[in-house]
């Protein structure tokens, strides 16, 4: 089964194509400079199908669409979401929707401790959530959280145990967190990443965990995000006009 995957959910982005057997083509954008954080847009249909060519495919190949709804930036996520609903929609294809937390956390299900998955959500903030190694991958064994820097050190020195952090927040914060004890990674494992996305999805639509299009929305868990009015910033194609 061919499953397209799409993740914009941070400054970076990432498109990926894959089947049961492996990655068929993949491609990403990343952050180093400013100007390619407002990139997204014309990154993620250009990667599609780049990657459709790339692999001598065409559109009506693929059989399946899994998406990161966040929690991350709202601009990243508008595109991403937007993009997933209209293909799939196009297509009659059903979709899978993850969190980027979690796309964050698989990469290191080998890790030793504790894994804390952190996303730089701007004005001072942090989302996060904790991890702990289970068979197959991770399990999620906290809420999604957000809150300011110091508060996540706080709770990470409570934790009493080895904490690996990964993510563009532990990164922008490496010197607090560290103060706690906490390792963190390396700028390989800064943002979530489509072929994580599509790794963790292609067994839910195996077993036809799936939604229709207009049934994705966004992960929200700051209250000032989920009060954006999505009509006035353009609906999402397929879906509502509110999240």
């Known amino acids: 089964m061919l499953v397209l995957g799409v ?3 941070t400054p970076a982005a990432s498109v990926c194509l894959a089947t ?7 491609t990403s954008l990343g952050s180093g400079l400013p100007h390619l954080q407002r990139a997204h847009g014309r990154f993620v249909t250009e990667a599609i199908s780049w990657c459709l060519r790339s692999a001598e495919l065409v559109p009506d190949d693929v059989k399946g669409v899994a998406v990161s709804l966040g929690p991350g930036l709202f601009t990243g996520m508008r595109v991403g979401i937007a993009t997933a609903q209209a293909f799939a929609h196009a297509r009659q294809l059903p979709v899978v929707g993850l969190a980027s937390l979690d796309l964050l956390a698989f990469p290191h299900r080998h890790a030793h401790g504790v894994i804390c998955s952190v996303i730089d959500a701007k004005r001072g903030e942090l989302f996060w959530a ?12 906290t809420e999604f959280r957000t809150g ?3 508060t996540l050190a706080g709770e990470l020195e409570a934790i009493g145990e080895d904490v690996l952090c990964v993510g563009d927040g532990a990164i922008a914060h490496a010197g607090l967190l560290a103060s706690v004890g906490a390792e963190i990674g390396g700028v390989g494992s800064a943002h979530p990443s489509a072929q994580a ?3 963790l999805a292609l ?5 036809e965990e799936t939604r229709r299009p207009e049934e994705l929305t966004p992960t929200y868990i700051r209250q000032a995000d989920a009060q954006i009015n999505w009509a006035k910033r353009g609906a999402l194609h397929g879906g509502t006009a509110g999240a």
Do not use: K
């Open 197 to 199: 996305l599509v790794e």
């Open 20 to 26: 049961e057997q492996g990655v068929v083509a993949s």
């Open 7 to 9: 993740e914009t959910s």
């Open 130 to 141: 904790l991890y702990r190694c289970a068979p197959g991958g991770v399990q999620r064994v």
């Open 203 to 207: 067994p839910r639509f195996l077993r």
């Open 148 to 150: 300011r820097p110091e």
